[in-house]
């Protein structure tokens, strides 16, 4: 962040400021983006607390920081999501001229029912003090077998029985398998209703799942549905096996891939992108990811 402005006497506070050059109000209370002294920099983002005129019009405003994860203890991990900042009790004083123009930084259960969030929606699920690095709160809910709180930037299903969530690439789904899904029963939860009901009965009952006859489940989960609560500080203390570290498990097992190799390389510069990642671990088998990694590589077999 940069540094606090000097206030000037004189100020007298003032309920709302237009932004130069617009028609756009800010008002006590909004949440806006102000500008770096780094272009290369994202924006950053702050609520407004108030605003001060001094006696030669020069606009002051106060705010209250939001950080983004890599500016927090423990930086950005595969949890966060794009647009997750967290509210801080860093405050600031800086000159009204540096605001861009408004955001919206939604409540986290609210963000994950918006469709389609464009750039300027943004969403809290903690606070965090700068000084002593502690989050708030501390618990949170955790999801699949890898047990990390949910990111809804990341496509999960839902098991049918037990309403715990799983990332695709943790179950070993392709995302347009998932999708056409009316139901789905994770490993364990399937091997207690084969003993239940027997394997014949079974696939009756998820044969008459698929046609239909049950509510599809949603993709966002809910603080109901499981009762499994991890703490954050424990969560980012502790390594995660993240996809990098997935896709490296992945990619140093696959036969006829030498590690080392021009083509294993080439590979890694290929799954720097997140979605390409997320896309070869959710391949099949090693024989779909070989030959995926070839022809995005221009390698043709003899």
């Not at 809910?141 to 695709?168: A, G, K, T, W």
Request: aromatic share 10%; hydrophobic share 35%; charged share 30%.
């Amino acid at each position: 962040m940069e540094f606090m402005a000097k206030l000037r006497s004189g100020e007298t506070d003032i309920n709302s400021y237009r932004i130069k050059g617009t028609e756009n109000i800010i008002r006590v209370g909004d949440c806006v983006l102000i500008r770096p002294s780094d272009a290369r920099k994202p924006k950053y983002v702050a609520c407004v607390e108030k605003f001060e005129k001094d006696n030669n019009n020069n606009v002051n405003v106060h705010v209250r920081w939001y950080y983004r994860p890599e500016e927090a203890f423990g930086g950005r991990r595969i949890f966060h999501g794009a647009n997750e900042l967290f509210l801080t009790d860093h405050y600031d004083v800086k000159s009204a001229d540096v605001i861009e123009g408004k955001c919206v930084v939604h409540p986290f259960n609210d963000y994950t029912k918006i469709d389609n969030p464009g750039p300027k929606d943004f969403y809290c699920r903690f606070e965090y003090k700068v000084d002593t690095q502690v989050f708030t709160p501390d618990d949170v809910q955790v999801y699949c077998i890898c047990e990390i709180p949910y990111n809804p930037d990341i496509f999960m299903v839902q098991c049918l029985r037990c309403r715990d969530r799983y990332h695709l690439a943790c179950v070993g789904l392709t995302i347009e398998k998932a999708k056409a899904m009316n139901q789905y029963l994770c490993s364990d939860c399937f091997s207690k209703c084969k003993e239940e009901v027997g394997e014949n009965n079974l696939n009756n009952f998820t044969d008459e799942e698929h046609n239909g006859n049950a509510k599809k489940p949603t993709q966002v989960p809910t603080e109901l549905e499981t009762s499994t609560q991890n703490s954050v500080t424990d969560i980012i203390k502790e390594p995660v096996m993240d996809s990098c570290t997935r896709m490296m498990n992945v990619l140093n097992n696959i036969d006829g891939l030498e590690c080392g190799s021009t083509l294993w390389l080439e590979a890694l510069q290929l799954l720097e992108d997140p979605v390409r990642r997320e896309m070869f671990l959710a391949m099949k088998n090693d024989a779909a990811r070989l030959a995926w990694i070839k022809l995005r590589c221009n390698i043709k077999d003899n």
